[in-house]
């Protein structure tokens, strides 16, 4: 790996790595909804960004994207308990396919509140794809149709995935060190 960022301590995985993770989800979703008449890609801004940007060259079902910004993070390592809707859905998505497109499930909490707003507003179906999977630190059960890589319970970053707001442009994803948190 040429130029490691010095605030990150080893990478997890490499673009290349993401790259075909994302292409086997895409696959997934060409094959799944192959027959769809109204498939909305709904991504949870902003680390579901460059994720979303990978995939969809990928995906070649015809479809919409639609985002919304969910604070259940501020940026910092301990989580925040209020997970609040800060921007939302530009589309009606009674009776379309849904597919939420998120960087990392951590606890669930975020989605399943999501999954919960979503479900009242009656999409014909609803589903969850993820580029982590950091299943261990789950406190709410959430079923994640497709997921990239499963991750330990350290704390990442890149490839979207931020540390107070930074570092989302890596474009690979990696354990962030905790000695430098305070300097960003
Ligand atoms: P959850 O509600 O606990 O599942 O939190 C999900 C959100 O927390 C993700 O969408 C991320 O924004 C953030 N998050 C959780 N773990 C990490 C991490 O290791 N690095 C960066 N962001 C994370
Ligand atoms: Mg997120």
């Not at 997934?28 to 680390?47: A, F, H, P, R, T």
């Not at 960004?49 to 259940?72: G, N, Q, R, W, Y």
């Not at 809707?85 to 998120?102: T, W």
Request: glycine share 6%.
């Amino acid at each position: 790996m040429t130029n490691l960022d010095p605030r990150i301590e080893k990478v997890l995985y490499s673009h290349e790595q993401i790259v075909n993770v994302t292409k086997e989800i895409a696959e997934w979703i060409n094959d799944k909804y192959k027959n769809s008449k109204e498939l909305i890609l709904v991504g949870l801004l902003k680390g579901c960004i460059p994720f979303m940007a990978e995939l969809i060259k990928h995906i070649k079902v015809d479809h919409k994207m639609d985002f919304m910004t969910i604070s259940s993070y501020e940026g910092g390592l301990a989580q925040k308990k209020n997970i609040k809707i800060v921007m939302d859905l530009n589309n009606d998505i009674s009776g379309k396919d849904i597919i939420i497109v998120e960087d990392i499930v951590d606890s669930g909490k975020t989605l399943s509140k999501v999954l919960n707003y979503m479900k009242n507003m009656n999409p014909k179906s609803l589903e969850i794809v993820a580029l982590l999977d950091k299943k261990c630190a789950r406190k709410v059960e959430i079923n994640i149709a497709k997921s990239g890589f499963i991750v330990d319970d350290v704390f990442v970053a890149g490839f979207g995935l931020d540390v107070k707001e930074k570092l989302r442009n890596l474009p690979y994803i990696g354990i962030f060190k905790k000695s430098e948190f305070d300097k960003l």
